[in-house]
C-alpha cells in the first residue's frame, strides 16, 4: 500500500552532530515501521507509512554515537508488537521496548514481549491517532503489567491534562509522559498548563518526562530555540526522572527533521556533562535496564 498522501518519510542524509553523546548513551524514544511485506500495517492505522526497518534504525544509532536503543511501539501497527519484538530480539541486549496492548492480550503474549525486553505499555490520548479505549480497560492492563515491574508511557496534549491527571497520578506503575507533554510554545514556559504539569512532577516522584520532539512544538523550526527553555528547565528541575530520543522515523510530521540536528539539541537543554550523563546514561539505564 502506498504511503499516505502528504505522508513525509525520515531525513535521508542526516548530518554528523557536533555534540558527542557519553559513552554507552540510550536513545530512549525511536520506533520501527514495518518491512510491511513481514510486519504489514494495521487496518484501523491512521496513516501509512514508510518502512522504516531495524536495520535503519540501528545505523543510525551507530552514526549519532548512541550505544542503545528505547523502541517504542508506533500507531501504525496498532496492537501488533511484532516488528517492535522483533528488532528487540536482533539487538542482542542493546535495546528494550514498549508495547502497546489491548485488553485482549493474554499473559503468554505479556511474558513473551517481556523476555524480548519489553519495560513498559503506552496509553495514547491523542484521538488524531487512536480510538478511544474506556479507563477502565487501561486501569486492568495497568494493574497486569504491574506485575511485570513495567511502566506506563501516556501520551496526551498539555490542556487535556485536567481530565487526565486523577486518572495518570491513580496508576500502579512509574508513569513516563512522553515529548513534555506536548506543550503549546508560544504559551511561554510559565503558562499555567505548563506549571501545573511541573506541579505534577514535583508532588509525584514517580513521574519521568521525556524531553523530546522539539520538532513537533516549534513555531521557529531548526534548530528549535524556541522550545530550548521547555526542555531545560525539566533538566533542572528533574534531572533524576528525565530521558531523550530521537523519535525517528518521525511518524507524522511536516518537516522531516535533522536527525544529527536533534543530538545537537541536547547540550542547550542539559549544560553541564553531568546533567548530559543523567539524561542519555544513568536515568534510561535505571529505568529500561536495572
Known amino acids: 500500500m502506498p504511503m499516505s498522501p502528504g505522508y513525509v518519510p525520515f531525513h535521508p542524509n542526516p548530518s554528523k552532530p557536533q555534540f558527542t553523546p557519553p559513552p554507552g548513551a540510550v536513545d530512549a524514544h525511536c520506533h520501527v515501521f514495518g518491512p510491511e511485506s513481514r510486519f504489514p500495517f494495521a487496518p484501523e492505522r491512521k496513516y501509512t507509512p514508510c518502512d522504516a526497518p531495524k536495520e535503519k534504525l540501528f545505523a543510525l544509532r551507530d552514526f549519532l554515537g548512541f550505544d542503545k536503543n528505547v523502541i517504542v511501539q508506533a500507531s501504525c501497527h496498532a496492537k501488533d508488537n511484532r516488528a517492535m519484538v522483533d528488532a528487540l530480539e536482533a539487538a542482542n541486549g542493546r535495546a528494550k521496548g514498549v508495547a502497546f496492548v489491548g485488553e485482549e492480550v493474554t499473559d503468554d503474549e505479556l511474558k513473551w514481549m517481556d523476555r524480548a525486553g519489553v519495560r513498559g ?8 491517532l487512536v480510538d478511544f479505549t474506556p479507563r477502565d480497560v487501561l486501569q486492568n492492563i495497568a494493574a497486569r503489567v504491574a506485575k511485570l515491574g513495567w511502566h ?4 496526551f496534549e498539555m490542556p487535556d491534562l485536567p481530565e487526565l491527571e486523577d486518572f495518570f497520578t491513580a496508576l500502579p506503575t512509574p508513569v513516563v509522559v512522553d515529548h513534555m507533554g506536548t506543550p503549546d510554545v508560544k504559551k511561554g514556559v510559565e503558562h499555567p498548563e505548563n506549571r501545573r504539569f511541573h506541579r505534577l512532577m514535583e508532588v509525584h516522584k514517580n513521574f519521568w518526562v521525556k524531553v523530546t520532539c522539539p520538532e513537533r512544538m516549534s513555531l521557529a523550526g531548526a534548530p528549535y530555540d524556541d522550545v530550548v527553555p521547555f526542555g531545560r528547565a525539566l533538566v533542572e528541575r528533574f534531572p533524576d526522572r528525565v530521558l531523550w530520543g530521537t523519535d525517528w522515523p518521525h511518524p507524522n510530521v511536516k518537516v522531516a527533521p535533522d536527525d544529527g540536528q536533534l543530538v545537537d539539541y541536547i547540550p542547550k537543554i542539559a549544560l553541564t556533562a553531568a546533567l548530559q550523563r543523567k539524561l542519555l546514561l544513568d536515568n534510561p539505564l ?3 535496564w536495572s
Request: aromatic share 26%; glycine share 0%.
Open 121 to 128: 505499555v503506552r496509553f495514547n490520548f491523542l484521538k488524531r
Open 152 to 155: 506506563i508511557v501516556v501520551y
Open 286 to 288: 535505571r529505568l529500561y
